[in-house]
Every structure is written in C-alpha cells, then in structure tokens.
C-alpha cells in the first residue's frame, strides 16, 4: 500500500470515528429541566383574589396539605356567598377535607351561618338554609372569641372573625374589628378586602390598583357607588359589568345590572339582564318581578301577564306586586274582570298610591264612579305628588258634574305635571354637564320622552280645566 492510500485510509477512519461520536450524541436523552417551584398555597391565600384562592385550594389538594386545602374551600365558601356564586360545592369540599381533632368542625358550622346574598338564588331556598344554620347572639360572641387562638392559620382565623362581626348579627361590632385587623395586617390583602367589604371602601381601590386579579373589588365598588348620597349609577354598571365578566355564573351581579337598567327607565336593557339573571335561576324572584315590570313599559302586555303569573305561581315572594302587573296588563289587553280580581288582591295586600290609582281607573271604567273617585283621593292623601291621579281623579268627577273639585283636580294636575317637567329638565342638565357616553345619551333620551309624555298630559289638563272654566262661567250668568 502506497503512503498515499495508508493517509487516505486513516482519514476516513477519523471520519467513522467522528460520525460514531456524533450519533451517540444525538441519541442521549436530553437534560431534564429543573422541576418547578412548589406553589405556596398560603401565600396565595394571604394574596386573597378568588382566583388566588382557586389556586390555593388545588395546590393544597395536590401537595396533600389538607388543612390548608380546608381553609381555601371555606375561604371560597365565604367569597362565593359574598358574589352570589354557589357556594355549597366548596362547603361540601370543606367538609370531606376537614381535618380531624376538636375546633374544625366549629369553622364549618361559623362560615355556614353566614347568610348567602338574597340575590343568588331562589329566596325560599336562601331563607330556609339561612334559618337552618342561623345561631344565637351568644355563640357567635363566643365564636369570636375562640377565634382569637384555635386550630388553623391566623390569618384564616382572622377573616373568620371579621365576616362574623360584619355580619347581620353582631350589629355595632364592625368598627372595632376592622380596627383590629388594620392595625395588625395592614399588609395581607385578603383581610384588607373583608375590612373594604365591610365599610372600608378605600381599601378596595388601592387593593384593585395593585392587584387587577381582584375583580370580586369591582362588585363592591359597584355598590358602594349606590350607596352615596347622590348614587353614581353610570359607575356602578359599569362596575358590575367588570364584576360580571370576570363571575358570569352570579345571579346577583346580573340582577344588580337589571335593577340599574330598571331604576334608569331602560327597559330593554333591564330585560336582558333579568333574562340572564333568570338563565342562571329559574325562580329568582326579583328577576321575576323585574321583567314583569320591564315587558309592561315595553308594552309587552301577555309576556308581563305570563311573569307576574309565575311569581304567583311560585309563591311568598312579592305577591302583591304580582298581582298589581297582570292587574296593570290585563286593563291594557280590556280583561276588565281579571284586572278587578287581581287589583282587588294587591290591594288587599298593600293598599298603596299606585293600586289605589290602577284600582280607580279600573272602576271608572267599569262606571263605579263613587268608589274611582274614593280611591283616587285616597291615592292623592298617601302621595300627592301622583299627577295621573289628580288627572284621573278629574275626569271621574267631571262624569260626576262636580264641577268645582273637577277643576281643582285638573289644576293639580296642570301643577303636578309642571313639576315633573322641571325636576326631569333638571336631571338632563346634570347629566349635559357629565362626560358624554352612550349611557347618557340614553339616560337624556328617556328622561325626553317622560317630559313629552308629561307636557301632554299637562296640556290635556289644563285644556279640562279651561273647559270647566268656561262651563262654570256660562251658568252664572
């Protein structure tokens, strides 16, 4: 072999040699990445958001530390009855991760004593399970303090204790313990949220701004916005609305939208939510009424009939004002019987302005002119400010030829409507003055049309009275 072949020959055993090394390479497995970190479950819980607490909760489950998993159910528990979410699914977990020994058991039985909101469901299902488990002054007290030590984290004990004193039964306690817990977790977010929820509001901003997981705040705020001395009802839906992306199964964040849309005349938007509320709980009563209420301004007279009937049908729950809607759409679709039977029940109920009023018009129209014009006064005594009432209550005495207390009716009415006019004028000044939005706009769009409607009322009342005027002159000459 020339020295030429034997040079060729040993660079290709190089090359085998290096192809070898360079298989065995590519078939090694490859490093395992370092495991990660293990989630602190109470960390998360001191963190506080529901979704912190969710992830608690499974973290716990997973690394088999049940307490801690028991702490995050009831924690959840208590949220889930704070949003009107179902809670019985984390108290059952509660329960079946309950760790043995004395003391646990006394949590469970403290978190379900806390009433659900009467907004999250059926309220015959909410009164009974809050009359269940409801307890004495004194063993609350006593809970409270057992609490001061115990089984458990501190400051899982601690939440405990400031839902106990902020709720229904511990009436004057609140203060303190807010107090209390501000002055020793000023740091832990998840008692700073209880201490917000319970007359703290400030808290909840300064929790939101550096927490933006913590969407349950935008409930809170929600409310809080309702409860000024001039509510900020665009702020409050617009809370909500945050409130209700993040929690879209709470059936009291979509009756809270309802009731704004209500309370703001918006009638088709009112309905929609109270259908959400309605997916989420058939029964919902305040739903139930809500929509009854909404499909009568929305003119929707069998629809509103068919709502009012099964609030009846369900029972307990605002039976009269049940009865007082199918009466209100049974006069509009002329079922002049039914809308005698049902006023006649609402008022046995609750006699107030507005069933004296649709009670009267019933019996004008059914020519009980002595009874119509009885009501209608009595409708005016309990509130004077009722307009139609004084125009309805003209119109009866006009068939009666008591031309003297017609006119003054009429002119009552002139006077009633004018007032009307003016206070809604007002309100689209306010409302000018705000950032404009498509929520103003239609705010100022209703608040137009009930000052269109009430200036031709007015107008009707005073061409009445000017027609009496006449009627009176002419038979003293």
Request: glycine share 6%; aromatic share 6%; proline share 5%.
């Amino acid at each position: 072999m020339t020295r030429g072949e034997q040079v060729k020959r040993g660079h290709l055993g190089l090359l085998w040699v290096a192809c070898v090394l360079l298989c065995a390479c590519s078939a090694r497995l490859p490093l395992a990445s370092p495991d990660p970190p293990p989630v602190d479950a109470q960390a998360l819980i001191r963190r506080g958001c529901y979704s912190c607490l969710e992830a608690a909760f499974a973290a716990a489950v997973e690394s088999g530390t049940h307490d801690t998993a028991f702490e995050a159910a009831l924690l959840l528990t208590l949220r889930s009855k704070e949003l009107g979410l179902a809670y019985v699914p984390w108290l059952e977990r509660a329960h079946a991760l309950m760790p043995s020994g004395p003391g646990w058991l006394d949590y469970v039985e403290m978190v379900a004593s806390l009433p659900a909101d009467p907004w999250s469901g059926d309220r015959d299902d909410i009164l009974a399970e809050s009359s269940r488990h409801r307890r004495p002054r004194p063993v609350i007290e006593t809970w409270r303090q057992q609490l001061t030590a115990g089984r458990g984290s501190s400051v899982f004990r601690a939440y405990l204790d400031l839902s106990l004193a902020c709720g229904p039964f511990l009436s004057g306690q609140r203060d303190t313990a807010t107090e209390a817990v501000l002055q020793q977790w000023s740091d832990v977010p998840v008692l700073l949220y209880r201490a917000g929820t319970c007359g703290q509001t400030s808290l909840l901003h300064v929790l939101l701004e550096n927490d933006p997981d913590f969407v349950e705040v935008h409930f809170e705020l929600g409310r809080s916005a309702l409860q000024r001395e001039r509510p900020d009802h665009e702020e409050a839906l617009n809370r909500f609305r945050s409130a209700r992306a993040g929690f879209p199964a709470s059936a009291t964040i979509a009756a809270s939208i309802g009731s704004i849309h209500q309370e703001r005349e918006e009638w088709t938007d009112a309905l929609d939510a109270y259908d959400a509320t309605l997916a989420l709980v058939p029964s919902h009563r305040d739903a139930l009424l809500g929509k009854a209420i909404s499909l009568s301004h929305l003119l929707r007279h069998d629809d509103a009939i068919t709502s009012a009937t099964r609030l009846l049908e369900l029972g307990h729950w605002f039976v009269a004002d049940a009865h007082y809607w199918r009466a209100w759409n049974e006069y509009r679709r002329g079922l002049i019987p039914a809308a005698r039977a049902d006023v006649d029940r609402a008022k046995a109920l609750t006699p107030n302005a507005p069933t004296l009023i649709l009670s009267g018009v019933i019996g004008w129209r059914e020519r009980r002119l002595e009874s119509a014009e009885a009501e209608l006064e009595a409708a005016l005594n309990l509130d004077y400010g009722q307009c139609e009432a004084a125009s309805y209550l003209g119109g009866v005495r006009a068939e009666r030829q008591a031309w003297p207390e017609s006119l003054a009716a009429f002119q009552h009415a002139e006077q009633c409507f004018d007032l009307s006019v003016v206070t809604r004028r007002t309100a689209i000044e306010e409302l000018g003055a705000a950032q404009s939005s498509a929520a103003i706009s239609r705010q100022i769009a209703a608040h137009e049309r009930a000052i269109a409607e009430a200036e031709m009322r007015r107008a009707a009342a005073a061409r009445s009275a000017a027609a009496i005027r006449r009627h009176l002159s002419s038979n003293s000459r």
